[in-house]
């Protein structure tokens, strides 16, 4: 009897998409500081995105494992500290950090500084990962390039210590637009909210995300973004292969 509740608990696991611990496709609340999501992803394990928050004069130090850390300020600002000298980091600025690099992320503001972390392992190590460095990007120094629906600010593409490339930018989107049909593609992708109110379909069925929460989008799954509001939002879009 217990070798067949056994199997089919398992079974169970496998048919809802949560063996191994599968991350879901579907919008996470960034409301509040905490565990966003935690798990396995087609070419990453042991993925986790938290929200994490600095009290003021106070410091967050991380990193020295062998996980891949990508910083992604939400509110306030501090001073990251890593191999290269002190850089400060504004709301929408992001640093990458290598495994096995400490870092810190220090508050000299009077307010919490709020900055998302995701952490990560590649299943598969990229055979380029010895000549890849960490890097910083501060959302002022980034050019705003206009379109049709929106703009564009490009954060970065390339490979990484973790995978064979890593692709960032941050899109604007004018007020009641969607940013294009629904669509797939072989990469994951992770939508994060900068600011505004949107609608993300993910295959057939729609989340509502606003300012702070995060959409992940699995390998394949057809997905479309939709600013829900009449004023422009802006989100985080980045994928790795």
């Given at each position: 009897m217990k070798i067949l509740v056994t199997c089919l608990f398992i079974f169970l696991c496998f048919r809802d998409g949560y063996a191994q611990g599968l991350v879901k496709s579907t919008v996470y609340s960034g409301q509040n500081p905490g565990l966003l999501f935690e798990g396995e992803l087609d070419l990453l394990k042991d993925a986790r995105f938290e929200l994490l928050s600095v009290p003021a004069g106070q410091s967050y130090d991380g990193g020295g494992s062998d996980?891949?850390?990508?910083?992604?300020?939400?509110?306030?600002?501090?001073?990251?500290?890593?191999?290269?000298?002190?850089?400060?980091?504004?709301?929408?600025?992001?640093?990458?950090?290598?495994?096995?690099?400490?870092?810190?992320?220090?508050?000299?503001?009077?307010?919490?500084?709020?900055?998302?972390?995701?952490?990560?392992?590649?299943?598969?190590?990229?055979?380029?990962?010895?000549?890849?460095?960490?890097?910083?990007?501060?959302?002022?120094?980034?050019?705003?390039n206009p379109h049709d629906k929106g703009g564009i600010r490009r954060y970065f593409d390339q490979a990484t210590s973790e995978t064979k490339r890593f692709e960032m930018h941050v899109t604007t989107l004018n007020g009641g637009l969607r940013s294009h049909d629904p669509h797939t593609h072989k990469a994951e992708e992770i939508v994060l909210m900068i600011e505004g109110d949107t609608e993300m379909q993910i295959g057939d069925r729609f989340f509502k995300g606003r300012s702070g929460d995060v959409y992940f989008l699995g390998a394949q799954v057809p997905h479309a973004i939709r600013n829900t509001g009449d004023k422009p939002c802006t989100y985080f879009a980045f994928q790795w292969q």
């Open positions: 996980r891949e850390s990508l910083l992604l300020v939400k509110n306030g600002s501090g001073d990251f500290h890593s191999k290269t000298p002190a850089v400060g980091l504004s709301p929408g600025s992001i640093a990458l950090v290598l495994p096995g690099e400490r870092f810190q992320l220090k508050n000299h503001g009077s307010q919490a500084l709020d900055f998302y972390l995701f952490s990560y392992k590649a299943k598969m190590k990229n055979s380029a990962s010895d000549s890849v460095r960490s890097l910083v990007r501060v959302w002022e120094h980034l050019s705003f």
